[in-house]
Structure formats: structure tokens, C-alpha cells
């Protein structure tokens, strides 16, 4: 049998604002999924916009615009602190938390544990000799940020690790140990929790689980997904400053689950645009608030791909 689908017209609305502010325009009630990567409060990569988690009236402002009986899917790093924050924040702001998380699994990630004789030479002021370098495979762009392969435009040059020997006797004493426990992170947690329902029932919420793909389904609550390659990033933009841009097929995943073609999905921290870009493909509507310009352009640019071209950009990266 072959299941037709009515054309949907989509609607985009992109607000370049604090969602502290814009989202107190939205009426009660009207939206209804909240799918989102907030700030985690750990300052990553030194970004003034990371340094705090989102403030509670930000949440209190999306639980009054969700409809009774709408999911909320928040992403949050692993970190006990920062996950245990952000899920009492949610309850907080009204949400029903009692939900299991789906965990994003991407296997690359940030090693974190410091070298411990390096430090104890820096905090004695003492240099180290420089005895050689290695090629770590990678490069930097003009902006700093590294890149996975080497010259893949032409435009990086390439990125060397100094090896140096340690200066002071205590460094030599601990040179190879690594100081605390920060292993390289593989997933990031999806929180899910839901407004309370009323009219709208749970099962009319989680009937969209059939519409996953086989190979997802395989895997939940673990979802697999590659973090983004650079074509992905630069769909619609020549700009691929943001930090923390997550993958299409990731998002689209998560509004997969919680609604259907013309439900309206909200992102109050949209960051280059991905939750936006994800709700177009699956014909959701979509409201989506960024406060930093530098990142809302990004966003424009890349909202502003057509649908067909998307479908087709994804379809031909199977
Ligand atoms: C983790 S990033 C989102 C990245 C996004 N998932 C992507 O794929 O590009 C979070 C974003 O929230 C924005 N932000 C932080 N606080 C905000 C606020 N109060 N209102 C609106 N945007 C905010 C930051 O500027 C940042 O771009």
C-alpha cells in the first residue's frame, strides 16, 4: 500500500534576540515540540555564551508556549554537574522528567586530561626545550579552528605538536602522567520531557516512532550519527564559525520521534541553525531565536536553502 502525504506549507519565523525576551511574544500553548542545544555552562572552547547554563525563565517561557502534552528534547553534555543542572532547571520551570534520555553517540571528541609535567614546568615559570615536532594529521584554518584533514581547501596550513622535554626535577619526576580523570566524551544525552498533557494524549505523541528509520530503531535509545562533515556545515553559507554545530540527520531524528508533518517546533538557542534546517526537510513549521548576529547570519543563510535542494543534499549522502 502506498501511503500518500498532503503537501504541507511550511512556515520559518527566525528571531535575532534573547529568547529571555523574544519568546514572551509567543502566544500560550501554540507550539508543539521544543527541540534544542542549549549553552552547557562549561565556557567550551573560552565562548562567552557557554559560560552559564540558560536561566530558568527561559524555560518557564517555553513550558507556557508547548502545548499540553509536548516533548521537550534538550541536549546536554555528559558531565554529572552539568546534566543533574540543566534536568532540575527543566523540572523546575514545570516539565515532567521522568523520561529516559537517548544518547547521542558520535565517537570523536576533545581528550581532556592535562599533562601533568607540563604544568608543573609552567607554574614555576620554567621552559621547556623544544626537541622536535610531530604532524597531528590535521590543520588549522584561518580562524584557528582545527581541521580534520589536511589541505582539504587549500587554505589551512599545517598543524605541528611541539615535543619538548621537561625542565624543572618535579616535572621530570611525573613526565607521562596525566593529571585528572576527563576521558575522551563519545555521546551527549538528549534529555526528553514532556508538558504535562491535557487534551493531547501520550500515545497520539509517540506514535511517530514507526517513522524512524530501521537502522535508528536497531540502535535506540542510542543514536548513531557522525558529527558534521564540512559540506553539511557550509550548505548555504561560506561561514563555518560555529563551535557547536550538530548534524542534520540528528535533529531531524529527535523531531522524527515527537511530531508530525505541520506541527510547529521551536528552538530557543538555535546557534547556526540545524534544528531549523531539520524541521524544513520534515516539513515542520519552525521558531527559532539566536542572540549572538555573527551566528543569526549563519542561520539565514543556511535557512535559506530550498527544501528540494536539502532533500537532495541528504538523500545523496546515504
Ligand atoms: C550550543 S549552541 C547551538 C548550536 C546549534 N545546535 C547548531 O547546530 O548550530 C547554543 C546557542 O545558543 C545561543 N544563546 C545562548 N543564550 C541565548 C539566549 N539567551 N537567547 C538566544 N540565544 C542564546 C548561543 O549564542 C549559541 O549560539
Known amino acids: 500500500m502506498e501511503i500518500r502525504r498532503k503537501k504541507v506549507m511550511i512556515e520559518q519565523h527566525l528571531y535575532n534576540g534573547d529568547s529571555a525576551e523574544v519568546l514572551k511574544e509567543l502566544k500560550d500553548n501554540s507550539v508543539d515540540m521544543l527541540a534544542t542545544d542549549p549553552p552547557y555552562g562549561i565556557e567550551f572552547m573560552g565562548k562567552s555564551w557557554d559560560k552559564v547554563l540558560p536561566p530558568t525563565d527561559i524555560w518557564k ?6 502545548k499540553p502534552g509536548s516533548f521537550i528534547a534538550v541536549m546536554s553534555s555528559p558531565r554529572s554537574d552539568v546534566l543533574y543542572r540543566m534536568i532540575k532547571d527543566l523540572e523546575d520551570a514545570g516539565f515532567d ?39 597531528d594529521g590535521r590543520t588549522k584554518d584561518n580562524r584557528g579552528f582545527k581541521k580534520e584533514y589536511v589541505g582539504d581547501d587549500g587554505s589551512g596550513t599545517q598543524q605541528f605538536t611541539k615535543i619538548t622535554e621537561p625542565s624543572t626535577d618535579l616535572a621530570k619526576k611525573y613526565e607521562g602522567s596525566k593529571l585528572g580523570f576527563q576521558p575522551k566524551p563519545a555521546v551527549e544525552h538528549i534529555i526528553i ?24 530503531k536497531m540502535t535506540y ?32 531524528y529527535i523531531i522524527t520521534l515527537f511530531t508530525r508533518e505541520g506541527d510547529w517546533v521551536i528552538d ?11 524541521s524544513k526537510l520534515l516539513n515542520r513549521n519552525f521558531i527559532g531565536v539566536e542572540r549572538e548576529k555573527e551566528y543569526f547570519d549563519i542561520c539565514e543563510e543556511r535557512l535559506s536553502v530550498d527544501r528540494d535542494e536539502l532533500i537532495k543534499f541528504f538523500k545523496d549522502k546515504k
Open 61 to 66: 517561557e517555553c513550558y507556557r508556549v508547548l
Open 193 to 216: 520531557g514532556m508538558k504535562p498533557h491535557g487534551s493531547k494524549s501520550y500515545i497520539d505523541n509517540v506514535l511517530n516512532f514507526e517513522a524512524l528509520p530501521d537502522n535508528i
Open 268 to 278: 530557543p538557542f538555535l546557534g547556526s541553525g540545524t534544528t531549523g534546517i531539520a
Open 97 to 135: 522528567m521522568s523520561f529516559s534520555p537517548i544518547l547521542w553517540t558520535y565517537h570523536t571528541g576533545f581528550p581532556k586530561a592535562s599533562d601533568t609535567s607540563k604544568m608543573i614546568d609552567k607554574r614555576f615559570g620554567a621552559e621547556r626545550e623544544v626537541v622536535g615536532e610531530i604532524n
Open 221 to 252: 535509545p542510542f543514536i548513531q550519527v557522525p558529527k558534521p562533515a564540512k559540506k553539511e556545515k557550509m550548505l548555504g553559507t561560506d561561514k563555518t564559525i560555529h563551535p557547536t554545530i550538530k548534524p542534520v540527520k540528528l535533529m531531524s
